[in-house]
């Protein structure tokens, strides 16, 4: 048995690659970004008028001319024009380049216009105001977005503006997930009094879709020939597989067994935590397997506790600790490291944790009133105390 | 010129009811739910076995014996058996129905099996230990999620486990997202030195996204007979239609006198805030026009600060508001309520705001270094201290 932190690093150094792939930047939302998307021009492009109103010369304002004879229009989206008398102005549209000539946006709020003449109603004005200037955000070859950052609606809008209309992602792991178990029906079957309905396999599977990774699914009967011809042909097909049950002493848990006969290397067999003590994690050259006991809420935080560090290390994404703050005393005694589900609340900037209290590792519904696990240390003292803080794990 | 707080509280009571569809659960994380979640039986089932192990009567374990010959195994997934002399014992998986005539699990680790007889090494045990007696968790007709929770991967677990294999769920709005603005140019195409490509329209679908809410998009041009006519269609074919640009003051900027000559009522246009202040919003009968400035970061942050409240408002979901602390001091001296971009950090439970200086609202770019926006108050004072905590909007 191995503590959790050993079980984290064991697992942290067991990374795949999945490689890189290439797809339309609008589909990338979630996904690890594999390339440095640099600008490829400056930005903004060009001197840009950033409010409406008129373009003027600032030397021919500076000596105290207010009355300014309406040239043309410089709308956005149209060529660079020219003011041809310096004693004249042009009204410039936001998004428009300023047109030669010209150094100073007034906007129009300061201006009033009668017949063609705009005269301007502010004795003062800074050269270059209301122009985002040329290359003032950016230049031309910055780097705008570092590889391995998770996509999002932010760097989307910067892939547009680069006119990346493909990048390269990270691939995604093929994963199958698998349930073992005699007792379970299908959820649209009527549970006989001594069966309950699969549902690990749906919770893993959408806990995977958190991460974009779509997955299939098994269920296979505890039947040590059929389970075992199934994950040789699986070890086979798939980057991951993921297990809930049959990795505990049960007469039917065969999975560790099969496991060995089959050449798959343990890199470990339980860990010293609640829920999911029983947890097996081993690999052959090309197949990382995590399995998890079949408890509920253990195939739950075990999933997010491991296998989202794994996938997440994995494609080169650095992830930020969070803690937050106990609301209430602990009391636990057992020599473990405890995921204890808490419901998160914000008070003043501070992360508050309250725990919910269910029946234990078989509690599903009590995960629903909560948002999180947080990571209470084995040690020897059993009592953690309000105000102290702790990492927490969130799946809302 | 209304404040952010009128401005919210004119879009929270100019919801919308999109209805409700029944959908497959497995399709349903990120949706909301519309109907109460029922116990279709007690949970767990039956009393159930938590530990793998052998199953005694109480009372003959108290009376001294420790030695227990095995009848039989009751699997996971099997009928219920019964101990036939309750001076013997069953050998019992976790997940098996606890047999008749038994009321101990013994754990394999506590017993010692030889030809056929369980020797417990253990003196002292208690009654229904490792037993998770039926109903514990749920009783049959209790509401295990209440109606309007957005379902994550917890919720799946407990639909499958009660066969709710399709639920109710709110409908999505049909939306399309708008951009007008001559100056811009698709994102395959090389733009000449006056045009930049079209982001907001993506940047939106990528927001929308994270609502589940998927979106059709249009460009059209700064023509008012064109768009005039695209709109007419626009209002009615969607419950929603997003602006990006044309909104200001330049000569341009059709929407406003366009929306008025259709008949849609106005019930605002400009908020005291930056970015973003010339922010429309107006509706028809059927339809909802949020019409956005178009510089990237103000259709960035109207989206996130009055799109997300306004659909969450309408689809019954309460949102909590979420704080954070400023890192740094800051000042900001226009008498606008200011929506700063910020990195969140955690340092013990405490959530922290470090300000990103972009170059104001055409700074796409910046956002990529942040996660969120923190919203300081239009005031007199023009200094936020380090230390003080203010609302936020994530975006990651």
Not at 137 to 149: C, E, F, M, T
Not at 177 to 202: C, M, W, Y
Not at 229 to 236: A, M, R, S, T
Not at 349 to 360: D, F, S, Y
Request: overall charge neutral; aromatic content about 10%.
């Amino acid at each position: 048995m191995i503590s959790v932190e050993e079980a984290k690093n064991i697992i942290l150094n067991a990374t795949q690659n999945f490689g890189v792939e290439e797809i339309p930047f609008i589909k990338s939302v979630g996904r690890i970004l594999k390339e440095d998307i640099v600008a490829d021009r400056d930005f903004p492009p060009f001197n840009r008028v950033s409010m409406d109103g008129i373009a003027v010369d600032f030397n021919v304002f500076q000596n105290g001319q207010r009355a300014f004879k309406i040239e043309a229009i410089q709308p956005a989206g149209s060529p660079q024009i020219t003011l041809q008398n310096k004693e004249n102005c042009l009204e410039v549209m936001t998004g428009a380049v300023l047109p030669n000539n010209t150094n100073v946006v007034i906007r129009y709020e300061d201006v009033v216009i009668k017949n063609g003449v705009a005269s301007i109603q502010v004795n003062e004005v800074k050269e270059l105001q209301n122009i985002h200037q040329k290359g003032k955000d950016r230049k031309s070859g910055d780097v705008l977005i570092d590889k391995n950052k998770v996509i999002s609606a932010a760097e989307i809008g910067v892939l547009a503006t680069v006119g990346k209309s493909n990048i390269k992602v990270a691939k995604l792991p093929k994963v199958i997930i698998i349930s073992t178990g005699d007792e379970l029906v299908k959820v649209t079957a009527n549970p006989l009094p001594h069966q309950i309905r699969r549902s690990n396999v749906f919770t893993l599977v959408s806990l995977l879709e958190r991460l974009n990774i779509s997955s299939e699914t098994d269920h296979i009967t505890d039947d040590k020939p059929i389970l075992k011809q199934k994950i040789v042909n699986y070890l086979k097909q798939f980057d991951v597989l993921l297990f809930s049950g049959a990795v505990s002493k049960g007469k039917f848990d065969f999975l560790p067994e099969i496991f060995t006969e089959l050449g798959v290397e343990k890199l470990f067999h339980k860990v010293t935590q609640r829920p999911g003590k029983p947890f097996w994690f081993g690999q052959t050259e090309n197949c990382k397997i995590f399995a998890f006991p079949g408890n509920p809420n253990s195939t739950f935080v075990n999933c997010l506790a491991y296998f989202y560090p794994w996938y997440y290390q994995s494609v080169g994404v650095e992830v930020q600790e969070e803690t937050a703050i106990l609301k209430e005393d602990v009391t636990f005694k057992p020599n473990l490291t405890y995921f204890l589900q808490v419901q998160l609340s914000d008070k003043f900037g501070h992360l508050l944790a309250t725990p919910i209290q269910g029946n234990g590792s078989g509690d599903l519904a009590s995960l629903v009133n909560a948002d999180a696990f947080i990571q209470l240390p084995k040690t020897e003292k059993s009592l953690f105390k309000q105000g102290e803080n702790f990492p927490i794990i969130r799946y809302r």
